[in-house]
């Protein structure tokens, strides 16, 4: 870092220029390039590593294919036909529909199990940690597939109820649609919400439920005047962990999702493989990245919104 | 306060009642996979068809699976080593230093926990394609060293933000130089956090699929193995008795890691 830019930190960091005299201009110095040096390998990294390729998405999103050539004059009709063809408007609208559905259920779900960990479990709580979040280490690949063998035409559910004898002919229903993907979704990513929800349960001051019990709150009044507002950041944290992986899902679509159940991924992973229609995939990948983003951004404002008003 | 007791008791079973469905909901669809592995027939339907061992023989003797294993195994390793290193320096910078870009670096830094996966894998492959590399597992070892940085980071800042600064000023006031400061007084006192973030990045690496699928070509990970072979039905026994190694695998992993991080860091709220 060159003298220059480390004035400029030290004029924009009062803090550090809060330092005892002695060594302070000795920290003063390094603060802000000892900063830089140490976060530029990782920063470089990404930088580098992510950033080029993105410019190269976008890059590719304004060009157009003729089978293998690509045509480098650059043109908006990759994303005219994203922002118009009905199927693609389909798509994303299914993708966010069944990606919000997933995470709020998930959400929903693990709300009290998080509870339960932070104020219920007083011993072997480690045992407890383990047990909720052993499922979520294996293969996740195998755990979506579980349930194509579970829903299947002659699956678990079908050959089950057919040897009890309740059904004479397998249930087509089960598998190949949008809901199929939804339970799968909300079985692969459960485990996911509950860390983020139980960080933030703990870190409630025990005192103020105390008090809040003291000055004659029911469990119910104290629960949703105290506890659940002061959860609210783990909860938001939650979802936006659960949503943006789960709207770019490739896995669970593809294998339980069938025809009716695609999502945006897969018509993307499509436009690499059979479509062949790369600036096509490209302008698909760009759109979603921008709605996602989007869509995410407006999430964590209305909700600061809510929070600033409850809390 | 007796009704507020019989209250919170009553609460508290209903929780644990929620949390008993919760952890059936989880452990029946996965315990299929031991199940049926030892089933003998290709179906897996009921009736079970009687016990056999011989899923897990085929399995030992398939080459292509051992390679894929190997290569899983590589990437893996190379990826949580090379991404908690490059983290152990930015989550330093981030929690110790206060400094103008900051925020901005972390942001940056922390972007491929805010994008689809799927977007990364393109973008990555896209570039490689245009500079002519080929692909293979450096390519995805790159893809996973991006992708287990943040998670690394967030592990490490957490461990670092835990400890009081001041053990360092207090070597260096002492003499130590920054160089001796680190490897004596702040590389102990990571070291739980070090561990922690080498797992996790291994067992993210070493599970992960959409990065693998886009950029490995015939140098296949296991996630892309299996993958292949989720299409052929007569292969499927022989994947869930994979699946209940992998099963056994990690829940070992994971108690192992466990119990060395011990009780740390849970025990915080009374």
């Known amino acids: ?311 | 306060m007796a009704g507020t007791a019989v209250r919170k008791m009553s609460g508290s079973g209903w929780r644990l009642a929620w949390v008993c469905v919760f952890l059936l909901f989880l452990y029946l669809p996965i315990m299929l996979m031991p199940l049926f592995s030892f089933n003998d027939g290709i179906y897996v339907a009921f009736p079970l068809k009687g016990f056999t061992t011989k899923w897990y023989a085929q399995l030992f003797a398939n080459e292509a699976l051992a390679h894929a294993l190997v290569n899983s195994l590589k990437v893996a390793i190379a990826a949580s080593l090379i991404s908690t290193g490059l983290a152990i320096f930015a989550a330093k910078a981030f929690t110790r230093y206060e400094f103008k870009g900051r925020q901005l670096g972390y942001g940056l830094i922390m972007a491929p926990m805010i994008l689809p996966e799927i977007m990364v894998g393109i973008s990555l492959f896209l570039i490689i394609l245009a500079l002519g590399l080929p692909l293979g597992l450096y390519t995805v070892l790159f893809g996973h060293v991006l992708f287990c940085m943040p998670f690394a980071i967030s592990v490490l800042s957490s461990r670092l933000e835990g400890f009081d600064k001041s053990l360092e000023e207090a070597s260096l006031d002492l003499g130590e130089s920054p160089l001796m400061t680190f490897w004596r007084v702040t590389f102990p006192l990571t070291m739980p956090g070090i561990v922690s973030s080498l797992l996790l990045c291994f067992t993210i690496s070493f599970d992960e699929f959409i990065l693998a699928f886009f950029l490995s070509s015939t140098e296949t990970t296991l996630p892309v193995y299996i993958w292949g072979q989720l299409r052929f039905p007569a292969k499927l026994p022989e994947v869930l008795a994979l699946g209940s190694l992998i099963l056994v695998g990690t829940t070992i992993l994971i108690v192992a890691a466990q119990s060395i991080r011990g009780e740390e860091g849970m025990t915080q709220g009374r």
């Open chain 1, 1 to 311: 870092m060159t003298a220059l830019d480390t004035d400029q930190a030290a004029v924009a960091t009062p803090r550090a220029a809060r330092r005892p005299a002695g060594s302070g201009r000795q920290l003063l110095k390094t603060e802000a390039s000892k900063g830089w040096a140490l976060m530029s390998p990782a920063l470089l990294t990404i930088v580098v590593g992510l950033g080029g390729p993105i410019v190269m998405l976008l890059l590719y999103s304004f060009w157009t294919q003729h089978y293998i050539e690509i045509d480098h004059t650059p043109t908006f009709a990759n994303y005219q036909q994203v922002l118009t063809q009905p199927i693609y408007l389909n798509v994303f609208l299914r993708s966010i529909l069944i990606a919000a559905g997933a995470t709020l259920t998930t959400v929903l779900i693990c709300y009290p199990v998080a509870y339960f960990l932070a104020f219920d479990v007083k011993k072997h709580r480690l045992v407890w940690m383990v047990l909720i979040t052993l499922p979520f280490w294996t293969s996740y690949l195998l755990r979506v597939f579980t349930w194509k063998i579970i829903l299947g035409y002659n699956g678990i559910i079908n050959s089950g109820l057919k040897g009890v004898g309740l059904i004479d002919k397998p249930l087509e229903f089960l598998l190949y649609n949008p809901f199929a993907v939804y339970l799968t979704l909300v079985y692969g990513w459960a485990t996911f919400a509950i860390l983020p929800i139980f960080v933030s349960l703990d870190k409630i001051d025990r005192s103020y439920l105390e008090a809040a019990t003291d000055l004659g709150d029911t469990a119910v009044e104290r629960f949703w005047r105290i506890t659940f507002p002061l959860s609210l950041p783990g909860v938001i944290a939650a979802f936006l962990v659960i949503f943006i992986p789960t709207v770019g899902d490739y896995v669970t679509p593809q294998l339980v999702g069938g025809p009716d159940g695609l999502m945006i991924a897969n018509i993307i992973q499509s436009q690499f493989g059979k479509a062949n229609n790369f600036p096509l995939g490209a302008a698909l990948s760009i759109t979603s990245m921008v709605v996602v983003t989007l869509i995410a951004v407006g999430f964590v404002w209305m909700s600061r919104r809510v929070t600033e008003r409850i809390g």
